[in-house]
């Protein structure tokens, strides 16, 4: 497991490409479908604004990872990849070799294109592979088949020093079997992290209608266990343990913009609905910009960002939203940092009783995690010892 370094948890600037060439049935991010060419100099200079906007709040910094997530950014031009991030580094001090990433989909993956992002100075892809079954493929609404996938994986390899992709797993009849073959199939072809979500039906989303209408059905919440279990079992033994509920990496390769969101870093967040968290005037504050990209698109333009919401944290609430992050990471939390922020000691009963229940756990004198069960009913366990 990485060393835990929570007492410098990093600043990274996140970027949100909002499109996608078509939305799958499952997926409730903000992500649009445009039938025209979106104009992406536009979108180019759009961020650029918001990035010398988020400057003038955060003041000098260094940047410790960036992470251009979607959408599919892997639709972006690698110009437009490259304007962002020469827009980041005249605002803040990027040293070289930090974190670059980029989420990407096969079906969008062109080695020409793969090589212009990592000449922009993109370090790290992550793939949303999301199965290595071609009829779950068909089922999951995904544009590219196994064969695309597995290519795709060949030439982030080749081109990238690092690279990470998702799975979804609990899908409709898979068995602990099916699973367990596939899994051991992904840890053959990933080079050091995958990111392995159980499938949830979100409101809102087509898949939502569909299974209320029991078009089809994803496992109970025991076999949905079973298949948890199986994915840190296997995970564990092929070298790549948990180090976040769904994140798996050998050792030294976890995703160090993540690590800054679980260990409750600062972040800035610019693009259509990013969210940021950062300290301003010695609070932690919240930035939420507008989801539709158009609009903020013209947002940015007429007033330099595209924020339309945010809040200024009180302790209290800083140290709740440290809990819920930190003890998703195996490393668990520091509980003198707790204890900083919010400015007393976790309740003793508590604690005992959720210890007593085998939830969570201490390690050492300093810190204390989830246990795996805890993992599960992690919300719980959180909203039990926020109180
Ligand atoms: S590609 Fe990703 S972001 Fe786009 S619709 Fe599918 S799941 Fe959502």
Known sequence: MIAPDDRTPGFGVYVHWPFCAAKCPYCDFNSHVRHQPVDQERFAAAFAAELATMRARTGPRTVTSIFLGGGTPSLMKPQTVSAVLDAIARHWTVPQGIEVTLEANPSSVEAERFRGYRAAGVNRVSLGVQALNDADLKFLGRLHNVGEALHAIGLAR?????????????????????????????????????????????????????????KFAIPDGDHAADLYAITQEITAARGLPAYEVSNHARPGAESRHNLTYWRYGEYVGVGPGAHGRFVEGGRRVVTIAERMPETWANLVEARGHGIVDGELLSRSEE?????????????????????????????????????????????????????????????????????
């Open 319 to 387: 140290a709740d939203e440290f809990l819920l992050m930190g003890l998703r990471l195996a490393e668990g939390i520091d509980l003198a940092r707790y204890e900083a922020l919010s400015g007393r000691t976790l309740a003793s009963n508590r604690l005992s009783i959720l210890q007593g229940e085998g939830l969570v756990a201490p390690v050492g004198n300093s810190r204390l995690r989830a246990t795996p069960q805890g993992m599960i009913v992690l919300d719980a366990v959180v909203a039990d010892l926020a109180r």
């Open 158 to 214: 080749e081109i990238f020093p690092r690279l990470s992709f998702d799975l979804i797993y609990a899908r409709p009849k898979q068995t602990p079997e099916a699973w367990e073959k596939e899994l051991e199939e992904a840890i053959g072809h990933a080079a050091d992290h995958l990111s392995l979500y159980q499938l949830t039906i979100e409101e809102g989303t087509p898949f939502h209608a569909l299974h209320a209408a029991k």
